[in-house]
Nanobody
Framework: QVQLVESGGGLVQAGGSLRLSCVVSGRIFTTYAMGWFRQAPGKEREFVGAINWSGISTYYANAVKGRFTISKDIAKKSVYLQMNSLKPEDTARYYC??????????????WGQGTLVAVSS
């Protein structure tokens, strides 16, 4: 069983920052990565970035590279998405999900409820 709970979203002005959290419960996939995705209204879900559950490797989509940073706290079974220099186009519901390390593939297709981020101009 996989449970993911995202939190930390909100309304922020352009240029501002938010920190999202993803708390994991149930089975832990140590060879997988934890990915962050987002889905804007009327658009498909897109990959934002990920961190390997074992090790420290991270990778990001070009749209957020240099502005977003993913970190984790294994003891708390939590993964974080620090978002800086936010832009209106970052407005979306953000989700975390287990993915095959090095890819953006979520074979489990298991998602939390997401957390809404709205960036005003």
């Amino acid at each position: 069983q996989v449970q993911l709970v995202e939190s930390g979203g909100g309304l922020v002005q352009a240029g501002g920052s938010l920190r999202l959290s993803c708390v994991v419960s149930g089975r832990i996939f140590t060879t997988y990565a934890m990915g962050w995705f987002r889905q804007a209204p009327g658009k498909e879900r897109e990959f934002v970035g990920a961190i390997n559950w074992s090790g420290i490797s991270t990778y990001y989509a070009n749209a957020v590279k240099g502005r977003f940073t993913i970190s984790k706290d294994i003891a708390k079974k939590s993964v974080y998405l620090q978002m800086n220099s936010l832009k209106p186009e970052d407005t979306a519901r953000y989700y975390c999900g287990w993915i095959v390390a090095g890819t953006d593939r979520n074979p489990l297709d298991a998602w939390g409820q997401g957390t809404l981020v709205a960036v005003s101009s």
